[in-house]
């Protein structure tokens, strides 16, 4: 190991401390963590649901899907669809324009971690053409 080791304790963050993050219409975004260089937290999404278009800034994104389904539409005018179901994960690099949606049944819960620096939700009007 080069590193030395750090004094500094783990810590628990308990689901009632969550806060609410920033909005994006079709989405409930909770915040567990935002420490420099990394957001980490959870997002709803209803059935039938469509969030606005918006990217995470510099942030590179990983979601990993607990349950339900997601869909997310990116690239040149939202042309390009990934759909994930519970127990898969989506990445999403720094700056690309996208909205998610549900197209199940059921709501959606995912859990989101963001690496990266500055805000890190940017609403948009759509996608690039």
Do not use: Q
């Not at 939202?78 to 989506?90: L, P």
């Not at 690496?115 to 996608?127: E, R």
């Amino acid at each position: 190991m080069d590193a030395e080791p750090n004094a500094v304790p783990v810590t628990h963050v308990p689901a009632e401390s969550f806060r609410d993050g920033e909005p994006t219409p079709g989405m409930t975004r909770h915040v567990g963590l935002d420490v420099a260089g990394m957001w980490s937290g959870t997002v709803d999404t209803e059935a039938g649901a469509v969030s606005g278009w918006h990217h995470h800034g510099s942030h590179e994104t990983t979601i990993y899907v607990v349950r339900g389904r997601m869909r997310l539409d990116s690239g040149p005018d939202g042309a390009t669809a990934v759909e994930a179901h519970a127990g898969d994960f989506i990445h999403v690099p720094a700056f690309a324009v996208h909205r998610e949606s549900n197209p199940g049944d059921e709501a959606s819960k995912a859990v989101v971690v963001r690496c990266g620096d500055g805000p890190p939700t940017f609403n948009v009007d759509g996608p690039a053409t």
